[in-house]
């Protein structure tokens, strides 16, 4: 693995909120600021966004920002290969974000959300997903992470069998392997960002709950190998990393 970051040595600003509410509130408005600059400044603004429970009661909050939705593109951080509901980043943004004025946005699922049309025989959703990525006017990205109790970020694993790929892949987007993996729960296919896919956006946004997640991500800040803690990987980028933290 060549890829390296020192977390001693890299820029991150922590915030911390009393309770879930005031967290919720207080990363909606730090995502929709991030938002809205990008589209004064450049017409549009990509967000990529990731699963789990812990973002929700945050996407719960972003369709009351005053913002025009329709200038935005939201994709997915991370997606899970498969046609289960309850496996589907994609609902959970539908469900949550996509609402109320936000229901203006586009979405660019990595994955057929559950009950749409399926993709065309032979489409390369991968390749699909890094071409929208990398194009010549893609507006500017703001990115959501979440990290798990394991210390994974997006869908790069602990010691998994393709993260040092991953890490080091000039793609964008890539394809990993999460078998065998418990914090994968079960659906070990999976469609992932990589460093080389956010190192360049104009706001990355790490959003954590309660004491254990904590403690692991003042682990994560000591140096070691990124393959221990793939958290680590997200001091890689050429902006700040904002960690809003609540019990």
């Not at 329709?70 to 959970?92: F, I, Q, T």
């Not at 065309?120 to 990398?134: C, M, N, T």
């Amino acid at each position: 693995m060549s890829f390296r970051v020192d977390p001693a040595a890299s820029d991150y600003r922590w915030t911390e909120f009393r309770d879930v509410e005031a967290w919720a509130e207080g990363a909606s408005d730090a995502i929709v600021a991030a938002l809205a600059h990008a589209v004064q400044e450049r017409g549009g603004a990509r967000l990529l966004l990731s699963g789990g429970g812990t973002p929700a009661p945050v996407y719960r909050a972003l369709p009351d920002a005053v913002l025009d939705w329709s200038k935005v593109r939201v994709g997915l951080v991370d997606e899970r290969a498969s046609d289960a509901a309850e496996a589907s980043n994609a609902l959970l943004v539908r469900e949550t974000l996509l609402r109320d004025g936000a229901r203006a946005a586009v979405l660019e699922p990595l994955h057929p959300v559950p009950g749409d049309p399926p993709p065309q025989p032979g489409a390369d959703l991968v390749a699909e997903a890094d071409a929208r990525h990398r194009a010549a006017d893609a507006p500017p990205l703001v990115a959501v992470f979440g990290m798990g109790d394991d210390g994974h970020t997006a869908s790069l694993f602990p010691h998994g069998p393709d993260l040092a790929d991953a890490l080091d892949a000039e793609a964008h987007f890539v394809r990993t392997d999460a078998s065998a993996i418990a914090g994968a729960r079960g659906w070990p296919r999976r469609i992932t960002l990589t460093p080389a896919g956010w190192r360049h956006a104009a706001a990355r946004i790490l959003l954590l709950r309660g004491d254990g997640k904590r403690r692991l991500f003042g682990r994560a800040l000591e140096s070691g190998d990124v393959a221990e803690l793939p958290v680590r990987a997200l001091f890689a980028g050429d902006t700040p990393l904002h960690v809003y933290w609540c019990p």
